[in-house]
């Protein structure tokens, strides 16, 4: 018998190998019954939420309307919410509430399979470096862990989706990536304009839009949700964002004077955020903005993020059309895949990333 799953979990125990280790994720423990929050999720005070933030009740990121999207209007709250908050809620986006649906009864599906099912995606055993079951952000370099399990899949084609995601999630997600395509390329259009970018050709696809990775994210109720996170403050190192989140709550987006404000669930509809990408390639025009999940101590919590990303071969820096006017550039030329592998190998640490790519 495996000695970790026969040993009962006590705090001081081998958390860190039961959860991380053994990819039993924070589900498994969660699931376990625990009454007190393992020492190694414990973040330090200035991190917690529910002690030192100042969260403003009464702000609220822009709700944009896209059923008449090829109006002015529209352009141009899309434009004005990405330049001020870098965050705002789509409704009508034309994605169908079935697809959005089906993705969430996915991501269950998913995560409520036995954990040897999971551990077949995990970073050891997964069938192709593209999809990767996980928990935490990057569990070797954090202090302190983050409460949320994840599985990861990086779009490469049709084909290889169909043939190595999961067969709990696969249809449904590749269904979801599919029917937001036009809303993506929608809203790409409308910022792009406002920034001198007339026409988006193959060259500015590729940088805008090149490659996809969609992560199912699973945060388990959470024994002291006060003492830790689900996930950290980070920026995005997307271009942008599309997040399907479940009727929950807990997602906070930095306000002004260091507030912190929540991006209450509204059915039907998609969170956008602009990603460090598209901060550099806008030269700071487009800002990405930091953001934290809290831990929940009655429910389980599931998103959907779609990161809309360059290629990872690209090089990205200011485009040309936003330095015509003379306006001097902030970032050099960065290779996306470097600026991603930057990323991935410190704890999330707000928007520290972005520092990679200034002049
Ligand atoms: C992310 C993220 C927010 C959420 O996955 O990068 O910020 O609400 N998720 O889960
Ligand atoms: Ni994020």
Same mark, same amino acid.
């Given at each position: 018998m495996d000695p970790i799953v026969a040993t009962p979990i006590s705090e001081s125990s081998n958390i860190t190998g039961f959860? #991380?280790?053994?990819?039993?994720g924070v589900k498994g423990l969660s699931e376990m019954g625990l009454k007190t929050l393992p020492k190694q999720y414990i973040q330090p005070v200035e991190e917690r939420i529910s002690t030192v933030s100042n969260i403003l009740p009464q702000e609220s990121i822009p709700i944009i309307d896209m059923s008449n999207w090829d109006e002015p209007k529209v352009s141009e709250s899309i434009c004005d919410a990405a330049e001020k908050w870098g965050f705002f809620q789509i409704i009508n986006?034309? #994605?169908?509430i079935e697809v959005l649906e089906n993705v969430k009864d996915a991501t269950h599906r998913f995560f409520n399979l036995p954990a040897e099912e999971k551990r077949k995606f995990s970073k050891e055993n997964s069938p192709s470096n593209s999809v990767r079951f996980g928990t935490s952000f990057s569990p070797e370099a954090e202090k302190a862990l983050e409460w949320k399990d994840y599985l990861s899949m990086f779009y490469v084609s049709e084909d290889e989706a169909s043939a190595l995601w999961p067969s709990a999630c696969k249809d449904q997600v590749l269904e979801y990536m599919g029917g937001s395509e036009p809303v993506i390329q929608r809203l790409l259009e409308a910022l792009m304009k406002r920034i001198n970018v007339k026409e988006i050709d193959e060259t500015k696809k590729s940088l805008l839009m090149g490659s996809k990775r969609i992560n199912l994210n699973y945060y388990p109720i959470c024994p002291n949700p006060e003492l830790t996170v689900g996930i950290g403050r980070h920026s995005d190192v997307s271009t942008l964002t599309i997040l399907l989140q479940d009727d929950v709550g807990g997602l906070y987006v930095r306000g002004n004077n260091d507030s912190w404000v929540h991006v209450p669930p509204i059915s039907g509809s998609l969170v956008i955020n602009v990603g460090d990408a598209l901060q550099i390639m806008s030269n700071g025009r487009y800002k990405s903005i930091e953001h934290r999940v809290v831990a929940n101590g009655s429910k389980n919590r599931i998103s959907v993020p779609i990161f809309v990303n360059p290629r990872p071969d690209d090089m990205i820096g200011p485009f040309p059309e936003v330095l015509a006017g003379g306006e001097k550039a902030l970032y050099k030329q960065v290779l996306y895949s470097n600026y991603v592998r930057h990323f991935y190998k410190k704890a999330h640490d707000g928007k520290k990333t972005i520092e990679f790519a200034k002049i």
């Open positions: 959860v #991380v280790t053994n990819r039993n986006h034309g #994605v169908p």
